[in-house]
């Protein structure tokens, strides 16, 4: 009896979510209980063939997206239903949303760990002074550039993303409103300027971020965790190269996917914008939990590596400890420098 | 308490697109908003019908949900309204929706796409100064005890608004005397009924829309 | 986190500037004063932009409600207009409304855009060097008259074409025949020429009179509804809501018969697609079955149909396989059909333009109403032939003669008819007589020979003028409310347009006849208001006739119609015979002066005792009245039928209620019953055209009986029943002239008719099918029927023009346009649609004129949906228009829109209208395309079916 399919149809809109989407179908349940006693009950089936209404084959249609004729101009708008809607939201809501919070937190936490157990990775020797040049103005500038616009998008972008939830609480609607309309500027305007740069910084470091039998032994050592002996690297050691592919996968899928999201002027359907928003929302969460522990090396974790990327000159100990191979390569290059004046080379 | 819905008689809808124009008229969007349409399935076959939709005003609302802003809020009516001081244009409230309500003035690169607009069951927006609530989200006509006028004014009685229980006897009725229930579009549940009447107006609307139109048997 | 409404921060005080915004200022803040007109002009139609006009006025200025009624159709729909300082601030629902209850399709529902009309023409224009020109209301006047009155001396009035609207008021368009006549000719017409011409024609020679019988309330009661060519969902939406509730609640069956499934067909019970223009073949179809099963009505037929056993030979030949082959349509169906409507009586028929618009539109009427007499369905609530009218006031334009054939009231135009209307207006016919044309032409006197149609007045400026029956060619046209994109022969129109010596369009819009040509001078535009700048009377098609408060002031240098009717006839010179006993107030003719001349002289169809004091109570009472009766139940007007339907007999001190359903015996005739008039004599061949056994409750004479006369009352001694006055007034006259309404009293006291008690006749005598017959369409695919439904032969003359059936149809088109073309309504334009797609909110709906086509044609001819086509009229004329590949219409057949103007011929002439003015939308008019074929009976044009090629653009 079409009762029964009735429910059905109203079932395929309803299963997909707990209590969500009581939208349309569902309301026909209801007056089809409150009906289902009615003793006009029994001639419907025979009115029906004669006219032609919407039920519930129509309603399963329309609940399945069908497109129709409107005369509404705005895209998208023949279609009645937006099916992929809710699962967007589910996806977002209940996966990416606390997924991405998980990942950041646990990064958080496990570089925390790590400095509380182990410390910041200390030079074994002492430094000789002699300096040696790892990365020129132009890899600097590019770095920092880099960084700093990917710092501003991955603090917007937690805004936008977990913003709602305590900053209006804890400063206000003024501040939340200025803030958020802030974030939204400074992701839309300045993501286009990172990937840019992003992308440039890839392919200049490109050449020295193949992965070669010694980042395999580095990564087996766990980059020196395991064991006591440092594991062997080149200019960039296995760590490196990781972070440097993370950026080439992860970081220009982010860039792709907020390209889709950015720049609606190509006719993007919803559909299309919620698959780039997921792998967006995803990929950028996961690339700053990574990024926290590129950050974290960078500055506490080891002595040391900062000051190649502030200076572009590392120590000779350094080198040596976390980039031998690189180090007997470049070691006649090597430029004496007091440790207190370093702008003067000596001899 | 009142739970405002809409309801769509698709028995009913002809695709006049009255509704259409009346929202215009209270709401004076602009030249490529429409904060409502009729969506014709089947058009020119045996099974046409034809269905106006806007906002439903959803119970658990899923533009409420992802909005990074918080925009929207919900009346004590059920309404869903949002704020456009602090809509930032990201246009998650459309990905979401699954009526495609939420509409944008723009569509331009960088994501600039303006602040969003949709139905608000004409029931204004966050904004006390009534000149500029009127200009920023259109007519206020609940405060006024009236409603949508897109339903005040279909031309068959077919789209209906008001309350939710109101609402699902007028069309209860319709089903007595059609001996059949299809038709309902609406996104009226089972919980949300309440003993509760809406105010006068939701009264009177439904009183002038099912009797004696459809209240005589 | 809920966000509860958050202060108003502004930037200055509490904003004051909603308060106390005058009209003047609002129109500068919307950009439509002269300043922002600059800036809207260069506005093009690819960067339309809703000129900004947010009436955003604070709730403390203080409301005037006024009520008006819907101009967009003839639903009659009420309106409240709310007034803030002047402006039309908003529009709220008329719940309270008998006819649509505050329900509005898209058209009404945006009503209040009216208020703004940034696209209006704004002031008088002129056509200088091809450069439009701003003149002042006086030089326009004194330029035009001057230039009339000069082809008055050499041409005769005749030369001057007279084209009045159906969107006039009644008294507005009272005025204008009466203005047409006082300048001495018969060229005057409207748009219900080619509407529903052939529906009065038709059906006013079947029963009487030529309107729709019952109401759009009534129709609740029906058991079964036909549509044949009409599609209300689109054309008249409200009409939809009365029908769906007898489907609903009466359980009515929907049957929707029409070449195209329309949005109608969508909510029907039965559809039935048949062939363009076979809509005899089709009728006959299904009468073929009644009459084999007997279920005709045949006490009905006994007692009140006269000649129906001549219908009966002509439909045996019409056998299931004939139908079938002719209109398409199964003998299943056809029986189907057929049982249908005999088994759910009461039932109604509808039809609207997709009948009418046919060489055979008399014909076809006639087929419609045959049908519903063999069923018994007249006369009755919940039956009748609701023929749902088109404009807002077309009835009652049609009703008060802006028409080339009869003068108010359809009296016609002979003597005794010129003779009771001066009369009425107190002039002395031989000085009316003075002002026509004395000659002859073909023995024909101007005055008393029918005028040129709408329809043809192409013809009447190119055709040979020694064919014509007037001494001149026309010299000038007076377009006043027309849109010509709704007529056929788009290009030769366009030559008729360049040929002319003047053209004056008077419009609130400059209209498709501004830009269509290519003249360089000689035309002008006045700006006229719409009926929402002023007030007065308006007859809907179920024959009410309400009254409109004036909402709002005129805009911009805009004037009412009267008042320009008023200018024109002083500079004419016979201001003082037009408004002899009519008020002129700030040079504006007093509306209720108007009406309560009209009330003194339509006897005929009881337009008498509609007073404006009569018709102002009803609007002011509009709740009082039954949504299912439309009767009165206490308030001021207990009793009557809401807008007194007409006939209301007598005068308005008789009190008559109105007649909410003719020919309806089960009322007294003082309660507003009838029977079917006696208009065509008392006998024929020795038999009796009376009715038998059959008379309204309460009648005296219980049988058939003739017309009211002076003798007739004398010959049932009811003489004496009239008072002494009225004994003057009424000897030596009749019903129809007796200007007391003594004669119509006294028979109503008596329980009759003063129309008399008659048959309605099957057969018309006079007509050239006396029994309606199938004939192909001029331009017909189906060659291989011509042998037995061939058109009627050449005529040299109708209505002054020669017209060709024969010597059309003679060559055969279909090979080279294979394609059949027909054409109608969108819901969200009207007509011309000038007014429609200037109005924002309903152009940025329908942005682009397409044309219909099914994916079998569209696949063979390589059109994709949405790509750019020609499709060109079997005479030539070409549109180019986006495809619509739907399977709304069948194989063979193409469907296009009607309302789309400012293109031509694949040229967008935007950049000719008068800057700041040209509409929102504007598209290829469907008409450039569309051919030549005109009704037999009234000129009807033949929009419905014609054909066309279709090639890739």
């Known amino acids: 009896m079409k009762t029964h399919s009735t429910h059905t149809g109203a079932n395929i809109t309803g299963n997909s979510s707990v209590q969500y989407l009581k939208v349309v179908v569902a309301s026909l349940l209801t007056l089809l209980c409150l009906t289902l006693s009615s003793p006009l009950w029994a001639d419907s089936a025979a009115e029906k063939v004669q006219g032609n209404f919407a ?81 020129n103005p132009t890899d600097r500038a590019l770095h920092w550039f880099v960084a700093l616009t990917f710092l501003a998008l991955a603090f917007s972008g937690i805004l936008i993303m977990y913003g709602k939830h305590f900053i209006p609480d804890l400063f206000g609607y003024s501040f939340w409103k200025g803030t958020i309309a802030l974030c939204k500027l400074v992701h839309n305007y300045i993501g286009p300027i990172f990937s840019v740069g992003l992308i440039v910084m890839l392919l200049r470091w490109l050449k020295n971020n ?38 080439v996968f992860i970081g220009l899928t982010v860039v792709g996917s907020g390209f889709v999201l950015d720049f609606p002027i190509f006719g993007q359907v919803r559909d299309t914008m919620q698959w780039a928003n997921l792998i967006h929302g995803g990929t950028s969460l996961l690339l700053f939990a990574i990024s926290l522990g590129h950050i974290y090396i960078g500055t506490v974790g080891a002595e040391g590596a900062l000051e190649g990327m502030k200076t572009g000159y590392v120590d000779e100990t350094w080198a040596k400890q976390h980039h031998d191979l690189w180090y007997e390569e470049v070691k006649d290059q090597l430029i004496d420098e007091p440790l207190d004046e370093k702008e003067k080379p000596k001899k | 308490m009142a739970r405002m819905k809409f309801l769509c008689d698709s028995e009913r809808c002809i695709e006049c697109n009255g509704c259409v124009t009346a929202c215009k008229n209270a709401n004076e969007t602009e030249w490529g908003i429409q904060r409502r349409r009729v ?15 806007a906002c439903m005003h959803c119970t658990d609302a899923p533009c409420m949900a992802v909005c990074p802003t918080d925009c929207f809020y919900q009346t004590d009516d059920g309404i869903v309204l949002h704020d456009k001081d602090l809509c930032i244009g990201c246009g998650y409230c459309l990905f979401a929706c699954p009526f495609g309500a939420p509409q944008f003035p723009q569509e331009e690169a960088f994501g600039e796409r303006g602040k969003m607009d949709k139905c608000t069951f004409c029931a204004g927006g966050p904004e006390e100064d009534p000149v500029r609530q009127k200009e920023l989200y259109g007519a206020n006509r609940i405060a006024e005890g009236k409603l949508p006028l897109c339903a005040e004014m279909c031309s068959t009685k077919a789209l209906l608004a008001g309350d939710a229980q109101v609402v699902s006897d007028i069309f209860r009725e319709r089903v007595v005397y059609r001996g059949h229930k299809d038709g309902a579009w609406s996104a009226v549940t089972p919980g949300e009924m309440s003993e509760e009447e809406m105010a006068v107006r939701a009264e009177a609307f439904a009183t002038d829309a099912s009797s004696p139109v459809i209240a005589k048997a | 986190m809920k966000l509860t409404k958050k202060k108003y921060a502004s930037s200055g005080k509490a904003d004051s500037k909603g308060l106390g915004l005058s009209r003047r200022s609002f129109l500068k803040n919307t950009g439509i004063t002269t300043g922002g007109l600059a800036a809207a002009g260069f506005m093009g139609n690819s960067m339309i932009r809703q000129a900004e006009a947010k009436t955003a006025l604070s709730p403390d200025v203080p409301k005037e409600v006024k009520r008006t009624i819907c101009s967009h159709c003839s639903v009659g729909c009420g309106v409240y207009a709310e007034v803030q300082n002047g402006v039309w601030t908003h529009q709220e629902p008329a719940f309270d409304h008998p006819f649509n209850r505050g329900a509005h399709c898209a058209k009404g529902a945006s009503l209040r855009e009216h208020g703004h009309g940034e696209r209006r023409l704004k002031y008088p224009m002129k056509l200088v060097n091809g450069k439009w020109q701003k003149v002042s209301w006086e030089t326009a006047i004194d330029e035009i008259g001057d230039k009339m009155q000069q082809i008055r001396q050499e041409s005769g009035p005749d030369s001057v074409y007279w084209l009045g609207s159906a969107k006039h008021s009644n008294e507005q368009a009272y005025l204008f025949r009466k203005f047409a006549s006082l300048w001495g000719t018969n060229n005057v017409d409207h748009q219900a020429r080619i509407c529903h011409s052939t529906t009065v024609s038709g059906v006013a020679n079947t029963w009487g009179y030529g309107a729709m019988t019952n109401s759009f309330n009534d129709m609740h009661n029906c058991k079964s509804v036909i549509l044949i ?147 018994g369905n007249m006369g009755v609530s919940g039956g009748g032939a609701n023929i749902f009218r088109g404009h807002d006031n077309v009835q009652g334009a049609t009703d008060l003669g802006v028409l080339s054939h009869t003068l108010p009231g359809y009296y016609g135009l002979s003597a005794g008819a010129w003779k009771h209307w001066a009369s009425v207006w107190d002039l002395d016919y031989e000085w009316i007589k003075g002002r026509f044309d004395q000659g002859k032409y073909r023995g024909k006197q101007p005055m008393n020979n029918n005028g040129i149609p709408v329809s043809r007045w192409v013809d009447g400026v190119l055709e040979n003028k020694d064919r014509i029956e007037q001494k001149d060619n026309l010299r000038a046209m007076v377009y006043w409310g027309h849109a010509v994109n709704s007529q056929t022969r788009g290009v030769e129109m366009k030559k008729a347009m360049e040929k002319l010596e003047m053209m004056v369009i008077v419009d609130p819009y400059p209209t498709h006849a501004a830009v269509m040509h290519d003249r360089t001078d000689g035309v002008y535009l006045l700006p006229a208001c719409t009926q929402f700048e002023s007030y007065g009377s308006v007859t809907a098609s179920n024959r009410s006739i309400q009254w409109r408060d004036k909402v709002i002031e005129p805009l911009f240098e805009s004037k009412t119609d009267h008042e320009i009717m008023y200018r024109f006839a002083k500079k004419l010179g016979f201001a003082d015979q037009l408004l002899k006993n009519i008020k002129v107030v700030n040079n504006e003719p007093v509306i209720e002066d108007i009406t309560r001349e009209f009330n003194r002289g339509m006897w005929t169809i009881g337009y008498t005792a509609q007073s404006p004091e009569r018709l102002k109570e009803h609007q002011k009472n509009w709740h009082t009245f ?66 038998e056994d059959s008379f309204p409750v309460g009648a005296e004479i219980q049988d058939g009986h003739p017309e ?72 017909t695919p189906r060659r291989d029927l011509l042998d037995k439904y061939a058109t009627w032969k050449d005529s040299e003359s109708m209505y002054r023009l020669p017209t060709l059936y024969e010597s059309i149809q003679k060559q055969d088109f279909s090979k080279e346009y294979p394609i059949i073309l027909t054409s109608g309504r969108l819901v969200e334009y009207e007509g011309g649609g000038e007014e429609t797609r200037s109005n924002p909110w309903l152009a940025e709906l329908q942005q682009e004129m397409f044309a219909e086509i099914n994916p079998y044609d569209a696949n063979n001819l390589n059109v994709r949906d949405e790509a750019d086509i020609w499709v060109e009229g079997a005479e030539g004329g070409r549109i180019k228009v986006k495809a619509m590949v739907t399977r709304r219409v069948d194989r063979g057949v193409v469907f296009i829109p009607f309302h789309f103007g400012g293109k031509f011929q694949g040229k967008d002439l935007t950049d000719k209208y008068p800057q700041g003015s040209a509409p929102y939308v504007v598209g290829e008019a469907a008409n450039t395309a569309t051919t030549y074929g005109y009704d037999s009976v009234t000129q009807m044009q033949e929009t419905k079916v014609t054909l066309c090629k279709v090639t890739p653009a």
Not at chain 1, 79 to 85: F, T
Not at chain 1, 95 to 111: D, E, H, K, T
Not at chain 1, 213 to 240: C, R, V
Not at chain 3, 286 to 311: A, P, S, T
Request: proline letters at 5%; glycine letters at 12%; aromatic letters at 10%.
């Open chain 3, 708 to 779: 009211f006369s002076d003798k007739l009352l004398k010959q049932l001694g009811w003489w004496n029943d009239l008072t002494p006055a009225e004994k003057t007034s009424a000897e030596g006259k009749n019903w129809k002239t007796d200007l007391s309404g003594g004669i119509q009293r006294v028979a109503i006291k008596h329980g009759c008719a003063p129309f008399g008690n008659a048959k309605a006749r099957a057969i018309v005598w006079t007509f050239p099918d006396k029994v309606p017959r199938h004939r192909e369409p001029l331009y």
């Open chain 3, 229 to 375: 060519g009409s599609n209300p969902s689109e054309a008249h939406p409200v009409a939809m809501q009365h029908i769906l509730l007898a489907k609903e609640r009466n359980k009515a069956k929907i049957i929707v018969v029409d070449p195209r499934f329309t949005r109608t067909a969508a909510k029907a019970n039965e559809y039935v697609r048949i062939r363009p223009g076979t809509d005899v073949a089709y009728v006959w179809g299904l009468l073929w079955h009644i009459f084999e099963n007997g279920w005709e009505d045949k006490e009905f037929i006994r007692q009140r149909v006269y000649g129906m056993d001549e219908v009966r030979t002509e439909v045996a030949k019409w056998v299931p396989s004939e139908v079938e082959n002719v209109t398409g349509v199964g003998e299943a169906q056809m029986r189907k059909v057929a049982k249908m409507l005999a088994t759910n009586r009461p039932g109604s028929i509808v039809w609207c333009m997709g009948g009418t618009q046919h060489t055979t539109g008399s014909n076809n009427t006639r087929a419609y109403c045959i049908l519903m007499l063999a069923l």
């Open chain 2, 39 to 53: 969506v014709t399935i089947d058009d020119g076959e045996p099974n046409e019908t034809s269905i106006s939709v």
């Open chain 1, 210 to 247: 193949f992965f070669t039998k010694t980042d395999i032994i580095w990564f087996l050592q766990g980059g020196g965790l395991i064991g006591n002996k440092h594991p062997s690297a080149g200019f960039m050691n296995g760590g490196e190269k990781g972070w440097y592919w993370a950026l």
């Open chain 1, 55 to 135: 039920g519930a084959d129509y309603w399963r249609e329309v609940s399945g997206g069908t497109e129709g004729y409107t005369t509404s101009k705005g895209r998208e708008h023949g279609q009645l239903i937006n099916v992929s809607g809710e699962t967007w939201r589910q996806w977002r809501n209940r996966w990416v949303s606390p997924g991405g919070l998980m990942a950041i937190g646990g990064s958080f936490s496990v570089l925390a760990l790590a400095y509380l157990l182990l410390g910041p990775m200390r030079l074994d020797k002492p430094r000789t002074g002699r300096k040696i040049e790892r990365w």
């Open chain 3, 626 to 691: 039954d949504f299912e009766t439309l009767k009165a139940e206490g308030g001021a007007a207990d009793g009557d039928f809401y807008g007194m339907p007409w006939p209301c007999w007598g005068t308005p001190e008789m009190k008559h209620p109105g007649t909410p359903l003719l020919y309806d015996t089960s009322k007294p005739v003082a309660e507003g019953g009838l029977n079917f008039r006696a208009r065509f004599g008392v006998e024929r061949d020795g038999v009796s055209l009376l009715s």
